[in-house]
């Protein structure tokens, strides 16, 4: 399975903008699937994750309130909703997948990643 990242781009502090990931195959229900991102100069770091088959979902403190995780489960399809974004938001955002809980955080623990797609948030 393949995941492809799509979305990113340029927008002013208060915007939005919703990142997609397509997975080109099944993800099972036992997976749990997310976003990552990085900024310049900084290690990856844990965005957000759903479980593949509920509704379960966990969010990074730093973006509870302003984004939001789902799901398109017949399109095999996450997404991240951002809104009120900050110039700190601006980061490469990477989706991810695991088999198992989503309540982790740590990169090395997600198997599948997709290429990144550059969120550029100006002040």
């Known amino acids: 399975v393949q995941l492809q990242a799509s979305g990113g781009g340029l927008v002013q502090a208060g915007g939005s903008l919703r990142l997609s990931c397509a997975a080109s195959g099944r993800i099972f229900t036992g997976y749990s699937v997310g976003w990552f991102r990085q900024a310049p100069g900084k290690e990856r770091e844990f965005v957000a994750t759903?479980?593949?088959?509920?509704?379960?979902?966990y969010y990074a403190d730093s973006v509870k309130g302003r984004f939001t995780i789902s799901k398109d489960r017949p399109k095999s399809t996450w997404y991240l909703e951002m809104i009120r974004l900050k110039p700190e938001d601006t980061a490469v955002y990477s989706c991810?997948?695991?088999?198992?809980?989503?309540?982790?955080?740590?990169?090395?623990?997600?198997?599948?990643w997709g290429q990144g797609t550059l969120v550029t948030v100006s002040s």
């Open positions: 991810a997948a695991r088999s198992g809980s989503p309540y982790v955080t740590a990169p090395k623990d997600y198997g599948l």
């Open positions: 759903i479980r593949w088959g509920n509704e379960n979902t």
